[in-house]
Nanobody, 126 residues
Framework: DVQLQASGGGLVQTGGSLRLSCTMP????????IGWFRQVPGKERERVAC?????????EYSDSVKGRFTISSDSAEHTVYLQMNGLKSEDTALYYC??????????????????WGQGTLVTVSS
């Protein structure tokens, strides 16, 4: 059973920072492509960033977060991080991490990921 544990959400002011963590206990994260997604009520789940578990460590960001968010992985900690800087009110959402095998490409979306963690809420106040 593949489990993902997302954490690190919270309340932050506009312009602030948060770091989300996605941990896969007892799993080699390099065997998976890991994605961070977010969703607000009434809207589709948006892929924010992904990182390929393959040797090329391909990384993709959505245009809405490029230059502000950074995805990284720590194999020893079985964890993928999403560092979020320069937060805006429109970043408020429930953030999910997911794992899959389809690679990390500009076209990667929720359908390319097979395993999902629970969400962690990020609220950015103005």
């Amino acid at each position: 059973d593949v489990q993902l544990q997302a954490s690190g959400g919270g309340l932050v002011q506009t312009g602030g920072s948060l770091r989300l963590s996605c941990t896969m206990p007892s799993r080699n994260i390099d065997d998976y492509n890991i994605g961070w997604f977010r969703q607000v009520p009434g809207k589709e789940r948006e892929r924010v960033a992904c990182i390929s578990g393959l040797s090329d460590k391909g990384i993709e960001y959505s245009d809405s977060v490029k230059g502000r968010f950074t995805i990284s992985s720590d194999s020893a900690e079985h964890t993928v991080y999403l560092q979020m800087n320069g937060l805006k009110s429109e970043d408020t959402a429930l953030y999910y991490c997911a794992a899959g095998f389809e690679g990390c490409y500009p076209s990667s979306d929720a359908d390319d990921f097979d395993y999902w963690g629970q969400g962690t809420l990020v609220t950015v106040s103005s």
